[in-house]
């Protein structure tokens, strides 16, 4: 009989999605059952990971390792109730022992232009997924939220009791998710468990070069674009947001931190949710429902970047200072006390590291999952 927990991911075919299901196969502990669209991913990312996955597995490895590196794939839009549902009762009653939560559209810009879109595929599927989950008995959630749920936070480094207040449609799906579980935490707190994971800036990929972010069309973010440019599939035209925010170079400060470091923060989290976790003795109610911050507490500023992707790709970034981006905050930095005290979390690889990896993957996949 398998001791295997079952641990749903959506959005698993995705940037984060693919390196949490890396962590979680690493331990040997979980199947993992993926739900996703692709909507914005390639089901190669599933393929690469399992194979990564079998390829550290031992020549002696036991019938139980060797399924914890295969992954169940259902192709799910989350936004379908039917579908989700079906998932679960594939698995029947208590046949999911937890949930991760990654499957969200991300592009801030296009939330302010199509919000009713964003709060259907992220607010109403999350209902429907919860839904789904409870009545077959699936009561321990892990949920990525962001740092954009700050806004603009008045202290730095940022800690978890910071005001919440969401500039962007997108930044107000994840304000609202938060919310619905801690709801449902608090209404049934004896069946619900909930933490909430406020990733800031995740950068790198896996050392393998086989799995990483892979943006469709011009990417919007720094550490794609910049990768993207070196590799020639966009033009040498940076365009740098801003020099004038009261910052030490003048552009805008975020705290970066690598992907593999982020999806470790899933296991330690999905630790936090087993019955002898200690971490909601301190909750003020009986609800059992926690935020953390999962950053480096460390900020680099948007010129610090280019210098360190400049020193690993060898490539000479022009670049242009123009106006500040709309929605542009001038510094996100994690205060990560609260994660590395009640979770032990630490992300420890450094903004080099990130570097390499992210450029590793991108000259192993020019095109991304379609290099092949
Ligand atoms: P991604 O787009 O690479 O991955 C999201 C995945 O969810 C994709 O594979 C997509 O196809 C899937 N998906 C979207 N809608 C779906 C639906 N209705 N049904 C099924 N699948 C669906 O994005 P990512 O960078 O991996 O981000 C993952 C999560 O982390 C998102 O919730 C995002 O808001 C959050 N987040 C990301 C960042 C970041 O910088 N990447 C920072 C903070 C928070
Ligand atoms: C980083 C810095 C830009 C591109 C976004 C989301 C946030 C979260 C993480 C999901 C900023 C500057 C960028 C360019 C530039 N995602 N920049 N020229 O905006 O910090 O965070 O991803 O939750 O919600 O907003 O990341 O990589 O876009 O920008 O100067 O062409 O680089 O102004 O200061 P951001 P980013």
Not at 265 to 284: M, Q
């Amino acid at each position: 009989m398998s001791e295997l927990k079952r641990v749903l991911v959506t959005g698993g075919a995705g940037y984060i999605g693919s390196h949490v299901i890396f962590a979680l196969q690493q331990t040997r502990r979980y199947k993992v059952i993926s739900v996703d669209n692709h909507h914005n991913s390639s089901p190669k990312a599933l393929e690469r990971v399992a194979k990564l996955a079998r390829d550290a597995l031992p020549a002696d490895a036991s019938a139980q390792d060797r399924d914890s590196a295969e992954i169940d794939v259902h192709t799910v839009d989350l936004t379908k109730p039917d579908q989700i549902r079906a998932v679960f009762a594939q698995y029947g009653k208590g046949g999911i022992w937890g949930v991760i939560h990654i499957a969200a559209y991300k592009a801030v810009g296009e939330s302010t232009e199509i919000p009713l879109t964003y709060y259907e595929n992220n607010v109403s599927a999350t209902v429907y997924l919860l839904q789904a989950a409870g009545e077959f008995g699936c009561t321990r959630v892990v949920y990525s939220s962001s740092a954009t749920v700050y806004g603009t936070p008045p202290v730095i480094p940022i800690p978890e009791t910071t005001r919440l207040e969401a500039h962007s449609p997108y930044g107000k799906t994840k304000v609202m998710c938060e919310t619905i579980i801690a709801d449902l935490c608090a209404a049934e707190p004896t069946r619900w468990r909930g933490l909430s994971l406020r990733y800031f800036n995740p950068g790198g990929a896996h050392p393998s070069g086989d799995i990483g972010e892979a943006p469709i069309g011009r990417p919007g973010n720094l550490f794609p674009l910049l990768a993207a440019i070196a590799v020639g599939r966009q033009p040498n035209d940076l365009k740098v947001f801003g020099n004038d925010y009261p910052t030490p170079d003048g552009t805008c400060v975020r705290d970066y931190l690598h992907v593999l470091d982020l999806a470790k923060g899933h296991l330690l989290a999905l630790d936090a949710l087993a019955p002898e976790s200690k971490v909601f003795d301190d909750c003020p109610t009986d609800a059992r429902y926690k935020a953390y911050n999962l950053g480096k507490g460390k900020g680099m500023s948007v010129l610090q970047i280019v210098e360190a992707m400049r020193a690993e790709t060898k490539f000479d970034f022009k670049y242009e200072i123009v106006g500040r981006r709309r929605g542009d905050v001038p510094d996100l930095t994690a205060d990560p006390a609260l994660a590395a005290a009640q979770l032990g979390f630490k992300a420890e690889q450094t903004l080099e590291t990130m570097c390499r990896d992210l450029w590793n993957w991108q000259t192993k996949n020019p095109k991304g999952y379609d290099s092949d």
